[in-house]
């Protein structure tokens, strides 16, 4: 209710329309032409999802927890006879609901177009979905811990959203120049979303004469699966356990 109420949701399904519209439109305008391959358009279609499904996850959690200890409201909410157990849980589950509407509008578009321009669905694409839904989990998860720890609303956003954007993404980048897999990686797993629908093989590119060289790494099953669900679990686990300790001074 407080997502309808301060627009939020709209305004991320506003986004997701507008992503999902201009790849569909652009290409029709300038003549570019579809690809012959329904899986090579979607890969193109869906590689956007890592950032869409960071902006919903830190837009829907970063104030979850935080905005009762900056706002006050804890001394309201917090003496009812409801545990904080339930109290995270149910905050945890609005939020999921709340993005997965937003995913699943973009991949609803998605569909749409498959079946306009191919007139097929690739099974893959459900396959993409469930690793998006897993994504998002991850981002909650570490966007509900830091919303926790932290004392702003503000802060715990922008920390979430430039950790994903930013900051792992550079020290991915830094891992794999060493020649490592960052398999390790939750944004790195996140690229299954659209590897799963046209997997690609590790590239070693290298250069003649020169000792650089440029290391390609893409996830792999299951591998991927069991890093996203052990950071979905360890974040929410930390989450509840710094909001049950958490005090309102």
């Not at 837009?59 to 545990?83: H, M, Q, V």
């Not at 891992?175 to 799963?196: C, H």
């Not at 069991?226 to 360890?234: E, P, Q, T």
Request: hydrophobic content about 55%; some cysteine; glycine content about 8%.
């Amino acid at each position: 209710m407080k997502h309808l109420r301060r627009k939020r949701i709209y305004a991320v399904l506003i986004i997701a329309a507008l992503i999902g519209a201009l790849q569909l439109i652009v290409p029709v305008i300038y003549g570019l032409g579809f690809p012959s391959q329904a899986t090579l358009w979607a890969y193109s279609f869906f590689s956007f999802t890592n950032f869409l499904v960071i902006i919903v996850g830190t837009f829907f959690a970063g104030d979850a927890i935080a905005s009762e200890f900056e706002l006050r409201t804890g001394y309201i909410i917090f003496p009812n006879p409801i545990s904080r157990l339930l109290l995270i849980l149910g905050k945890f589950t609005a939020a999921l609901f709340s993005a997965l509407l937003a995913i699943g509008f973009y991949y609803a578009i998605g569909v749409g177009g498959l079946l306009g321009i191919y007139g097929f669905v690739p099974l893959e694409i459900a396959a993409s979905f469930a690793y998006a839904v897993l994504a998002i989990c991850v981002v909650l998860g570490f966007t509900f811990l830091f919303s926790s720890i932290m004392k702003g609303s503000m802060g715990a956003t922008l920390l979430s959203f430039f950790m994903f954007l930013l900051i792992l993404s550079t020290l991915r980048q830094v891992i794999a120049l060493t020649g490592t897999e960052p398999w390790f990686m939750p944004d790195y797993a996140f690229g299954s979303i659209i590897q799963v629908i046209n997997p690609q093989q590790d590239i070693i590119q290298e250069f003649p004469g020169s000792p650089i060289k440029i290391y390609n790494f893409y996830p792999k099953f299951p591998v991927d699966v069991a890093v996203l669900i052990s950071y979905f679990v360890a974040t929410l686990a930390l989450s509840i356990w710094v909001f049950r300790k958490k005090e309102m001074a």
